[in-house]
């Protein structure tokens, strides 16, 4: 299982990690994510999953990926 990692910009505060979290965890695959919102960080973990994925699950949640 592998751990990617995605800096996500416009995170302010607990519940933008939340809606980050809520829209990752729907991808196929995704096992656990983890996000930051004070460096930004999304460690997501899992296997089968593709940066597009989660790029869209980011953006559907209403935050943009930046790295």
């Given amino acids: 299982m592998a751990v ?3 800096i996500v910009g416009g995170m302010t505060c607990e519940h933008c ?3 980050v979290t809520e829209e990752v965890l729907e991808i196929p695959g995704v096992e656990h994510v983890h996000a930051d919102h004070t460096t930004g960080d999304v460690a997501v973990e899992g296997s089968g999953f593709t940066d ?3 790029a869209d699950a980011i ?3 209403g ?3 930046e790295g």
């Fill in 52 to 54: 597009e994925q989660v």
């Fill in 59 to 61: 953006h559907e949640a």
């Fill in 4 to 6: 990617e990692h995605y």
């Fill in 17 to 19: 990690e939340m809606s």
């Fill in 63 to 65: 935050y943009t990926l």
